[in-house]
Protein backbone atom coordinates (compact mmCIF):
# COMPACT_ATOMS: atom_id res chain seq x y z
CA UNK A 1 0.00 0.00 0.00
CA UNK A 2 1.25 3.53 -0.87
CA UNK A 3 1.98 5.76 2.05
CA UNK A 4 1.54 9.44 2.44
CA UNK A 5 4.80 11.27 1.47
CA UNK A 6 5.16 14.49 3.65
CA UNK A 7 7.40 17.27 3.93
CA UNK A 8 7.76 19.34 6.82
CA UNK A 9 7.85 22.99 6.73
CA UNK A 10 8.69 24.99 10.00
CA UNK A 11 11.46 27.39 10.88
CA UNK A 12 12.21 25.60 14.33
CA UNK A 13 14.24 22.99 13.86
CA UNK A 14 12.93 21.50 17.29
CA UNK A 15 9.24 21.29 15.38
CA UNK A 16 10.94 19.66 12.25
CA UNK A 17 12.16 17.31 14.98
CA UNK A 18 9.01 16.49 16.95
CA UNK A 19 6.87 16.37 13.40
CA UNK A 20 9.02 14.57 11.43
CA UNK A 21 9.50 11.51 14.31
CA UNK A 22 5.76 11.40 15.47
CA UNK A 23 4.51 11.05 11.34
CA UNK A 24 7.43 8.23 10.70
CA UNK A 25 5.80 6.22 13.64
CA UNK A 26 2.53 5.96 11.81
CA UNK A 27 2.66 2.91 9.16
CA UNK A 28 0.70 5.06 6.47
CA UNK A 29 2.93 8.04 6.36
CA UNK A 30 6.85 8.71 4.86
CA UNK A 31 7.75 11.65 5.90
CA UNK A 32 10.32 12.65 2.27
CA UNK A 33 12.07 15.65 3.97
CA UNK A 34 12.11 18.58 5.94
CA UNK A 35 12.46 23.01 5.15
CA UNK A 36 12.99 25.71 7.20
CA UNK A 37 11.91 28.22 5.16
CA UNK A 38 9.22 28.73 1.99
CA UNK A 39 12.63 29.18 -0.04
CA UNK A 40 13.79 25.87 0.48
CA UNK A 41 10.34 23.97 0.62
CA UNK A 42 9.90 25.22 -2.89
CA UNK A 43 12.68 23.46 -4.34
CA UNK A 44 12.20 20.32 -1.83
CA UNK A 45 8.46 20.34 -3.33
CA UNK A 46 10.15 19.98 -6.97
CA UNK A 47 12.90 17.44 -6.11
CA UNK A 48 10.27 15.36 -3.56
CA UNK A 49 7.04 16.10 -5.13
CA UNK A 50 5.34 15.02 -1.91
CA UNK A 51 1.84 13.76 -0.91
CA UNK A 52 0.77 16.58 1.79
CA UNK A 53 2.53 19.90 2.87
CA UNK A 54 2.36 20.64 6.62
CA UNK A 55 3.52 24.26 6.71
CA UNK A 56 4.10 26.56 9.66
CA UNK A 57 2.70 30.25 9.57
CA UNK A 58 5.36 32.18 10.47
CA UNK A 59 8.89 31.56 8.64
CA UNK A 60 12.15 33.73 7.41
CA UNK A 61 12.25 35.11 4.21
CA UNK A 62 8.40 34.42 3.24
CA UNK A 63 5.38 33.92 5.29
CA UNK A 64 3.56 31.16 5.42
CA UNK A 65 0.75 32.60 3.74
CA UNK A 66 2.35 34.43 0.84
CA UNK A 67 4.00 31.04 0.09
CA UNK A 68 0.43 29.04 0.51
CA UNK A 69 -1.42 31.99 -2.13
CA UNK A 70 1.51 31.43 -4.89
CA UNK A 71 1.68 27.11 -4.01
CA UNK A 72 -2.38 26.94 -4.62
CA UNK A 73 -1.97 28.71 -7.72
CA UNK A 74 1.24 27.44 -9.34
CA UNK A 75 1.13 23.59 -7.80
CA UNK A 76 -2.20 22.93 -5.88
CA UNK A 77 -1.63 20.40 -3.24
CA UNK A 78 -2.98 19.51 -0.17
CA UNK A 79 -1.38 22.13 2.94
CA UNK A 80 -2.24 21.34 6.79
CA UNK A 81 -0.89 24.40 8.32
CA UNK A 82 0.70 24.68 11.66
CA UNK A 83 -0.17 27.59 13.69
CA UNK A 84 0.24 29.21 17.38
CA UNK A 85 -3.41 28.96 19.63
CA UNK A 86 -3.47 32.94 19.63
CA UNK A 87 -5.34 34.79 18.63
CA UNK A 88 -3.70 36.89 15.91
CA UNK A 89 -2.78 33.04 15.12
CA UNK A 90 -6.03 32.48 15.29
CA UNK A 91 -6.74 34.89 12.32
CA UNK A 92 -3.52 33.87 10.38
CA UNK A 93 -5.21 30.28 9.89
CA UNK A 94 -8.52 31.01 9.44
CA UNK A 95 -6.98 32.89 6.26
CA UNK A 96 -4.96 30.39 5.39
CA UNK A 97 -8.37 28.19 4.63
CA UNK A 98 -9.37 30.73 2.78
CA UNK A 99 -6.72 30.28 0.91
CA UNK A 100 -6.92 26.62 0.16
CA UNK A 101 -5.08 25.10 2.95
CA UNK A 102 -7.12 21.75 3.90
CA UNK A 103 -6.72 21.54 7.79
CA UNK A 104 -4.75 23.27 10.76
CA UNK A 105 -2.91 21.90 13.61
CA UNK A 106 -2.59 23.97 17.17
CA UNK A 107 1.02 24.62 17.88
CA UNK A 108 1.36 24.50 21.57
CA UNK A 109 2.81 27.59 23.03
CA UNK A 110 4.93 25.69 25.40
CA UNK A 111 6.65 21.84 26.55
CA UNK A 112 6.67 21.11 22.96
CA UNK A 113 8.09 17.73 22.72
CA UNK A 114 4.97 16.79 25.54
CA UNK A 115 2.13 19.47 24.15
CA UNK A 116 2.83 17.29 20.44
CA UNK A 117 3.22 13.85 21.62
CA UNK A 118 -0.38 14.34 22.93
CA UNK A 119 -1.58 15.44 19.47
CA UNK A 120 -0.17 12.89 17.80
CA UNK A 121 -2.85 10.69 16.37
CA UNK A 122 -4.86 13.44 15.56
CA UNK A 123 -1.76 15.20 14.28
CA UNK A 124 -1.29 12.25 11.19
CA UNK A 125 -5.67 11.72 10.86
CA UNK A 126 -5.18 14.88 9.42
CA UNK A 127 -2.02 14.60 7.66
CA UNK A 128 -3.59 11.24 6.52
CA UNK A 129 -7.49 13.27 5.86
CA UNK A 130 -5.48 15.53 3.63
CA UNK A 131 -4.26 13.54 1.40
CA UNK A 132 -7.65 12.06 0.51
CA UNK A 133 -9.06 15.53 -0.04
CA UNK A 134 -6.68 15.46 -3.45
CA UNK A 135 -8.74 14.63 -6.77
CA UNK A 136 -6.97 10.70 -7.02
CA UNK A 137 -7.93 8.60 -4.22
CA UNK A 138 -4.98 7.39 -2.00
CA UNK A 139 -5.03 4.08 0.28
CA UNK A 140 -3.81 4.17 3.86
CA UNK A 141 -3.15 1.00 6.44
CA UNK A 142 -4.67 0.40 9.31
CA UNK A 143 -6.08 2.97 11.78
CA UNK A 144 -4.16 3.89 14.96
CA UNK A 145 -5.70 2.75 17.85
CA UNK A 146 -7.72 5.71 19.49
CA UNK A 147 -9.87 6.29 22.64
CA UNK A 148 -13.34 4.97 22.57
CA UNK A 149 -16.41 7.05 21.31
CA UNK A 150 -18.97 8.73 23.53
CA UNK A 151 -22.43 9.20 22.16
CA UNK A 152 -24.81 11.88 22.69
CA UNK A 153 -26.14 10.54 25.12
CA UNK A 154 -22.99 11.55 27.47
CA UNK A 155 -24.18 14.81 26.88
CA UNK A 156 -28.36 14.64 26.47
CA UNK A 157 -30.41 11.65 26.35
CA UNK A 158 -32.44 11.07 23.36
CA UNK A 159 -35.85 11.99 24.06
CA UNK A 160 -38.55 9.51 23.95
CA UNK A 161 -40.69 11.46 21.69
CA UNK A 162 -40.55 13.34 18.59
CA UNK A 163 -39.67 16.56 19.41
CA UNK A 164 -43.13 19.28 18.22
CA UNK A 165 -42.33 22.24 16.44
CA UNK A 166 -40.99 25.93 17.78
CA UNK A 167 -42.95 29.17 17.00
CA UNK A 168 -40.38 29.36 13.82
CA UNK A 169 -37.60 27.62 11.62
CA UNK A 170 -34.36 27.41 12.68
CA UNK A 171 -31.16 26.76 10.74
CA UNK A 172 -28.81 24.66 12.16
CA UNK A 173 -25.25 23.34 10.85
CA UNK A 174 -22.20 21.04 11.20
CA UNK A 175 -19.04 21.34 9.78
CA UNK A 176 -15.86 20.24 10.14
CA UNK A 177 -12.59 19.68 8.15
CA UNK A 178 -13.00 22.55 5.19
CA UNK A 179 -16.21 23.88 7.19
CA UNK A 180 -14.59 27.49 7.67
CA UNK A 181 -15.14 28.15 4.50
CA UNK A 182 -18.15 26.56 3.53
CA UNK A 183 -19.69 27.66 6.65
CA UNK A 184 -18.44 30.99 5.14
CA UNK A 185 -20.35 30.06 1.56
CA UNK A 186 -23.61 29.53 3.57
CA UNK A 187 -23.35 32.96 6.10
CA UNK A 188 -22.38 35.14 3.06
CA UNK A 189 -25.57 34.28 0.93
CA UNK A 190 -27.76 34.90 3.91
CA UNK A 191 -30.24 38.25 4.07
CA UNK A 192 -30.09 39.94 7.11
CA UNK A 193 -33.85 38.83 8.15
CA UNK A 194 -32.74 35.02 7.75
CA UNK A 195 -34.04 32.60 10.35
CA UNK A 196 -31.65 32.29 13.40
CA UNK A 197 -28.72 29.78 12.42
CA UNK A 198 -27.01 27.56 15.05
CA UNK A 199 -23.37 26.49 13.81
CA UNK A 200 -21.41 23.93 15.39
CA UNK A 201 -17.91 23.69 13.72
CA UNK A 202 -14.85 21.58 14.76
CA UNK A 203 -12.77 24.29 16.23
CA UNK A 204 -10.42 24.71 19.19
CA UNK A 205 -11.71 27.26 21.65
CA UNK A 206 -9.21 29.77 20.86
CA UNK A 207 -10.46 30.14 17.33
CA UNK A 208 -13.94 29.89 17.48
CA UNK A 209 -14.14 33.81 18.61
CA UNK A 210 -11.75 34.98 15.82
CA UNK A 211 -13.72 32.41 13.30
CA UNK A 212 -17.33 33.74 14.45
CA UNK A 213 -15.95 37.47 14.40
CA UNK A 214 -14.86 36.55 10.69
CA UNK A 215 -18.39 35.51 9.77
CA UNK A 216 -19.48 38.42 11.24
CA UNK A 217 -17.80 40.93 8.42
CA UNK A 218 -18.58 39.06 6.23
CA UNK A 219 -22.69 38.00 6.50
CA UNK A 220 -25.47 40.63 6.46
CA UNK A 221 -26.62 38.45 9.66
CA UNK A 222 -25.12 39.41 13.14
CA UNK A 223 -22.67 36.31 13.87
CA UNK A 224 -21.70 35.72 17.30
CA UNK A 225 -20.05 33.02 19.47
CA UNK A 226 -22.43 31.67 21.36
CA UNK A 227 -23.09 32.32 25.15
CA UNK A 228 -25.13 30.27 27.74
CA UNK A 229 -28.58 31.43 27.85
CA UNK A 230 -28.27 33.64 24.86
CA UNK A 231 -31.80 34.01 23.37
CA UNK A 232 -32.17 32.83 19.76
CA UNK A 233 -33.37 35.46 17.15
CA UNK A 234 -33.85 35.58 13.56
CA UNK A 235 -30.96 37.07 12.06
CA UNK A 236 -28.32 35.87 14.19
CA UNK A 237 -26.21 33.35 13.75
CA UNK A 238 -24.69 31.82 16.61
CA UNK A 239 -21.20 30.00 16.42
CA UNK A 240 -20.72 27.02 19.01
CA UNK A 241 -17.76 28.27 20.87
CA UNK A 242 -14.52 25.67 20.77
CA UNK A 243 -14.48 24.46 24.36
CA UNK A 244 -18.25 23.89 24.78
CA UNK A 245 -21.12 21.69 23.13
CA UNK A 246 -23.93 24.29 21.84
CA UNK A 247 -27.56 22.73 22.51
CA UNK A 248 -31.01 24.52 21.88
CA UNK A 249 -33.62 24.63 24.60
CA UNK A 250 -36.97 26.18 24.88
CA UNK A 251 -37.30 28.01 28.44
CA UNK A 252 -40.81 28.65 28.27
CA UNK A 253 -40.86 31.67 26.38
CA UNK A 254 -38.15 31.22 23.69
CA UNK A 255 -35.72 29.39 22.38
CA UNK A 256 -31.82 30.20 23.97
CA UNK A 257 -28.66 28.85 23.43
CA UNK A 258 -27.18 26.47 26.11
CA UNK A 259 -23.33 25.38 26.50
CA UNK A 260 -22.67 21.87 27.89
CA UNK A 261 -18.99 21.25 29.11
CA UNK A 262 -20.15 17.72 29.21
CA UNK A 263 -17.54 15.21 27.68
CA UNK A 264 -16.47 15.01 24.21
CA UNK A 265 -18.94 13.42 21.37
CA UNK A 266 -17.55 11.63 19.14
CA UNK A 267 -14.16 12.84 19.83
CA UNK A 268 -15.30 16.38 19.91
CA UNK A 269 -16.47 19.19 21.84
CA UNK A 270 -18.16 20.56 20.84
CA UNK A 271 -19.99 18.16 18.48
CA UNK A 272 -22.53 18.44 15.53
CA UNK A 273 -24.53 15.44 17.27
CA UNK A 274 -25.51 17.09 20.60
CA UNK A 275 -26.82 20.10 18.15
CA UNK A 276 -28.81 18.07 16.26
CA UNK A 277 -30.22 15.95 18.98
CA UNK A 278 -31.04 19.25 21.16
CA UNK A 279 -32.91 20.60 18.58
CA UNK A 280 -34.73 17.14 17.30
CA UNK A 281 -36.35 16.99 21.48
CA UNK A 282 -37.05 21.13 21.46
CA UNK A 283 -37.78 22.15 17.73
CA UNK A 284 -38.77 18.79 15.78
CA UNK A 285 -39.89 19.48 12.42
CA UNK A 286 -39.08 23.43 12.65
CA UNK A 287 -35.83 22.90 12.22
CA UNK A 288 -33.80 22.99 8.68
CA UNK A 289 -30.40 21.28 8.89
CA UNK A 290 -27.41 20.69 7.18
CA UNK A 291 -24.12 18.85 7.32
CA UNK A 292 -21.33 20.33 5.44
CA UNK A 293 -17.87 18.71 5.22
CA UNK A 294 -15.69 17.17 7.65
CA UNK A 295 -13.81 14.17 8.67
CA UNK A 296 -15.76 11.63 10.52
CA UNK A 297 -19.21 10.66 10.86
CA UNK A 298 -20.19 13.36 13.80
CA UNK A 299 -23.96 14.80 12.99
CA UNK A 300 -24.78 11.78 10.81
CA UNK A 301 -26.65 9.93 13.84
CA UNK A 302 -27.64 13.62 15.13
CA UNK A 303 -29.09 14.50 11.69
CA UNK A 304 -31.22 11.23 11.27
CA UNK A 305 -32.61 11.79 14.43
CA UNK A 306 -34.30 14.94 12.89
CA UNK A 307 -35.00 13.76 10.18
CA UNK A 308 -37.40 11.70 12.09
CA UNK A 309 -38.57 14.23 13.73
CA UNK A 310 -39.87 15.29 10.93
CA UNK A 311 -36.98 18.25 9.98
CA UNK A 312 -35.79 19.11 6.83
CA UNK A 313 -32.22 17.40 6.04
CA UNK A 314 -29.41 17.65 3.64
CA UNK A 315 -25.54 17.61 3.27
CA UNK A 316 -23.35 19.04 1.35
CA UNK A 317 -21.98 16.45 -1.89
CA UNK A 318 -18.61 15.22 -2.07
CA UNK A 319 -17.44 17.09 -5.07
CA UNK A 320 -17.53 20.78 -3.09
CA UNK A 321 -16.36 19.02 0.31
CA UNK A 322 -13.35 19.12 1.18
CA UNK A 323 -13.44 15.64 2.74
CA UNK A 324 -16.91 13.86 2.35
CA UNK A 325 -16.73 12.31 5.96
CA UNK A 326 -19.16 13.32 7.84
CA UNK A 327 -21.88 14.21 5.09
CA UNK A 328 -21.27 10.90 3.66
CA UNK A 329 -21.82 9.20 6.50
CA UNK A 330 -25.38 11.30 7.04
CA UNK A 331 -26.12 10.06 3.22
CA UNK A 332 -25.21 6.31 3.78
CA UNK A 333 -27.60 6.49 7.15
CA UNK A 334 -30.44 7.94 4.88
CA UNK A 335 -30.10 11.21 7.56
CA UNK A 336 -31.04 13.62 4.50
CA UNK A 337 -32.72 13.67 1.03
CA UNK A 338 -30.83 15.76 -0.67
CA UNK A 339 -27.52 16.28 -1.90
CA UNK A 340 -26.43 19.79 -2.81
CA UNK A 341 -23.64 21.83 -3.61
CA UNK A 342 -22.05 24.15 -0.55
CA UNK A 343 -23.03 27.24 -3.15
CA UNK A 344 -26.44 26.08 -3.48
CA UNK A 345 -27.02 25.31 0.13
CA UNK A 346 -27.86 28.44 1.71
CA UNK A 347 -30.42 29.03 -0.77
CA UNK A 348 -32.26 25.97 -0.22
CA UNK A 349 -32.51 25.98 3.46
CA UNK A 350 -33.85 29.34 3.18
CA UNK A 351 -36.44 27.82 0.67
CA UNK A 352 -36.93 25.23 2.95
CA UNK A 353 -37.70 27.63 6.20
CA UNK A 354 -40.36 29.43 4.12
CA UNK A 355 -42.08 26.15 4.61
CA UNK A 356 -41.85 25.59 7.74
CA UNK A 357 -45.26 25.77 10.19
CA UNK A 358 -45.01 24.90 13.90
CA UNK A 359 -47.19 24.24 16.63
CA UNK A 360 -45.65 24.26 20.70
CA UNK A 361 -42.36 23.18 21.49
CA UNK A 362 -40.61 20.42 23.84
CA UNK A 363 -38.35 21.13 26.81
CA UNK A 364 -36.11 18.37 26.96
CA UNK A 365 -33.86 17.77 30.13
CA UNK A 366 -29.86 18.10 29.87
CA UNK A 367 -28.06 14.57 31.13
Partial sequence: MERVRVLVVDDSALVRKLMSTMLACDPGIEVVGTAADPLIAREKIKQLDPDVLTLDVEMPRMDGLTFLENLMRLRPMPVVMVSSLTTEGADVTLRALELGAVDF???PSSDLASSFGDSALEICAKVKQAAKAKPRARTTVRRLD???RLSADAVLPRSQTAGSRGGSPI??????TGGTEAVR???EAMPPDAPPILVTQHIPAAFSGPFAARMDRCSAMRVCEARDGQP???GHAYIAPGSHHLLVMWDGAKYVCRLHDGPPV???RPSVDVLFRSLAASAGAATIAALLTGMGDDGARGLLELRQAGAATLVQ???SSVVWGMPGAAWKLGA????LPVDHIAARLLALARHTHSPAPVAPALG
Fill in 105 to 107: LAK
Fill in 146 to 148: VAP
Fill in 171 to 176: IAIGAS
Fill in 185 to 187: VVL
Fill in 232 to 234: IQP
Fill in 266 to 268: NRH
Fill in 317 to 319: DEP
Fill in 336 to 339: APEM
